[in-house]
Structures are given as structure tokens and as C-alpha cells.
């Protein structure tokens, strides 16, 4: 489990294939030398709200094996050498939830649709697939790139179109994640809140008695 509050500012040093060029899965390897101080085989990272899992690491980087699916459901298939990266430790049992309950199981990518510069703030407009406006809540939480950010507004979409949401990025947030550099029309990973899924389907599993 994570929180939503990006650690280190990572960069991508290698994307290979695993198995050959024809390969459907690649490994990822990340320069984020906070992140692997402690790291060992096993560990989960977030890399931009996506859980991976360390299969190498070394004093500055880290690898972990991508398989097909998370590349066709996220932006990580978008990731190069050279891309930053959002990345996020596991919380530890007797850390603080700095931001809100990340599984790091992305659920759909959105797009940035705009970006309106404040005097101490960004307001960002983000597009999202219209099946996932529906667990998105004004005042409530999202996870942006791995990013845990606090909702403005939501539009639900209108005629079968895609819904939207606005978030506030603070200076800290522009600075230090991957969010302040991110251009209109640039996919971003988005996980909703899991409480609103559940509730979902403890609903529709009542309606069904």
C-alpha cells in the first residue's frame, strides 16, 4: 500500500525487452537512489502510481519487469530513456498516511486538458474515461501519476462524452513530481478512491438479494 506522496523525483535509465525483441513485457530500469537505500528483491515501488516490483537494484537504481498488461493500461509503455518519474516506497506499517489509502493499481489514464498558472498555485483540468467520473468526488481523493491530490470539481461528461475533474497543484507539488513539467495532452495515470469501489460493490451485491 502507498499514500500518495511521491518520495523522489526518478529518471528512467533503461527500457529492454525480456525474452527476446518480440518480447510482449520489458524491464524498467529507474535511477532513484532515496527509494533503494533500503530496497531488496521483492519490494514494491510505485513508479508514477504504478506498483512494481524490484527484481535488481544496485546504490542508484532499481528494475522491475513490466508485463503486457500494464503497459497496454497505463502511460508506463510511454515511459523512454531519459523520462522523470514519480516514485513512492511502500508505506511501512508505523508510518503516516501523509496522503490517502494508493493501492498503485491504476485503474485508467486521463489526459491534461489544461492548465491555468495561479499567483502560489496551478489549477489543472484532467480528462478520464467516463466509467471512472462516477467514483471521482468534489473534495475528495485521486491519485495522479502517483500523486495523491484533493478534487476541485468534476464534470460527469455529457452526451456518452468523457468526464473531467480539477486539483490545485501547490508549489511543493510543481516542483517535486513529474506533475509540473506535464504538458496539455499528456497522459497521466489516475487510481479513484478504492472506499468508492467497494461501496460500489457492496451496493450492487445488496440490490441483488
Not at 533503494?36 to 510505485?46: F, L, Q, T
Not at 485508467?108 to 471512472?132: C, F, K, M, S
Not at 497521466?188 to 469501489?197: F, G, R, S
Request: net charge negative; glycine share 12%; aromatic share 2%.
Amino acid at each position: 500500500m502507498f499514500t500518495g506522496i511521491v518520495e523522489e523525483l526518478g529518471v528512467v535509465t533503461a527500457i529492454e525487452p525480456v525474452g527476446g525483441p518480440d518480447s510482449d513485457s520489458v524491464r524498467l530500469t529507474v535511477r532513484g537512489p532515496r527509494v533503494v537505500a533500503d530496497a531488496r528483491p521483492g519490494d514494491s515501488i510505485a513508479v508514477n502510481g504504478c506498483c512494481l516490483t524490484v527484481t535488481h537494484h544496485d546504490a542508484q537504481t532499481f528494475s522491475a519487469d513490466v508485463m503486457a498488461e500494464t503497459l497496454d493500461k497505463t502511460s508506463i509503455g510511454r515511459l523512454a530513456p531519459g523520462s522523470p518519474v514519480n516514485l513512492e516506497r511502500a508505506m511501512a506499517a508505523d508510518g503516516r498516511l501523509g496522503g490517502h489509502i494508493v493501492q498503485g493499481h491504476v485503474d485508467g489514464t486521463g489526459t491534461i486538458l489544461e492548465r491555468i498558472p495561479g499567483e502560489h498555485w496551478e489549477v489543472v483540468r484532467i480528462g478520464l474515461p467516463r466509467a471512472l467520473a462516477r467514483y471521482v468526488a468534489v473534495k475528495g481523493s485521486i491519485t495522479v501519476d502517483g500523486v495523491s491530490l484533493t478534487v476541485v470539481s468534476v464534470d460527469d461528461g455529457v452526451e456518452g462524452g468523457d468526464g473531467a475533474f480539477t486539483v490545485s497543484l501547490i508549489p511543493t507539488t510543481l516542483a517535486e513530481t513529474t506533475l509540473g513539467e506535464a504538458r496539455v495532452g499528456s497522459p497521466v495515470n489516475l487510481e479513484v478512491d478504492v472506499i468508492a469501489k467497494y461501496v460500489e460493490r457492496l451496493q450492487a451485491a445488496g440490490d441483488d438479494r
